[in-house]
């Protein structure tokens, strides 16, 4: 097996996020361990993905959403880094939410099996903007739930961290839908551009009609 600095960040935070878990059962910190374990669980989503629905993350977006649950759920809260740095959460949910556009994009663009001549790059960036904004809001959803019921603090300042966060995720979906609809013009946009073309290469036959 052929190690690269993707899988071995992925490694490291499973271990992390493993030690981490045992580390407080075994103290007694119930909550910690529940984060720790949750994220460890959430982790695994890329190989399901895989497996449940035969579409091939590329390593880099398996790797970016690894890093994006450890540091939101587990850095994020157990860590502490919402109240150490000011920037956290406008970081995480500004690159998710690209991340998301760019998801968004390549789902909708694999319905057309990567015809660029039949899918309208307009519709489908309206498209991947529209499934990004939606994650964002189910995700602020959860974080509501999380602080219902297990008394965490994900929403910080209530309604308006919320509201923030709904902006920030906005911002974030349009630069991610703006890259594939650059992409489908055969433009480049910075390196998400490149990502995307990672993901269609490595489901080639999904879009057989990419020319």
């Keep these: 097996m052929r190690f690269t600095l993707q899988n071995i960040i992925i490694y490291l935070i499973w271990a992390f996020l493993s030690g981490e878990a045992a580390y407080s059962l075994w103290q007694g910190h119930w909550n910690e361990a529940f984060v720790a374990l949750f994220t460890l669980g959430l982790t695994f989503i890329p190989i399901l993905f895989e497996e449940r629905l ?11 959403i690894v890093v994006f649950l450890f540091a939101t759920l587990f850095l994020g809260e157990v860590g502490g880094f919402y109240e150490k740095f000011w920037w956290w959460d406008v970081l995480l949910h500004s690159g998710s939410a690209i991340g998301f556009g760019l998801i968004g ?26 499934i990004a904004v939606s994650i964002g809001a189910i995700w ?3 974080e509501f739930s999380m602080d219902s019921l297990l008394g965490m603090n994900m929403q910080k300042t209530g309604l308006v961290d919320t509201m923030w966060d ?17 992409y489908q013009r055969g433009k480049h946009f910075l390196g998400l551009s490149k990502m995307i073309d990672q993901f269609v290469r490595a489901n080639s036959k999904l879009f057989r009609k990419n020319k």
Excluded: K, Q
Excluded at 107 to 123: H, I, K, Q, S, T
């Design 166 to 182: 709904l902006i920030v995720n906005t911002i974030g979906a349009s630069i991610g839908a703006l890259a594939g609809y650059l």
């Design 54 to 64: 035969g579409v091939r993350l590329p390593l880099t977006f398996a790797a970016l």
């Design 140 to 142: 602020e959803i959860f």
């Design 105 to 130: 994009y390549v789902l909708v663009f694999m319905l057309f099996e990567g015809d660029r001549f039949a899918a309208p790059p307009m519709a489908l960036a309206f498209l991947a903007f529209s």
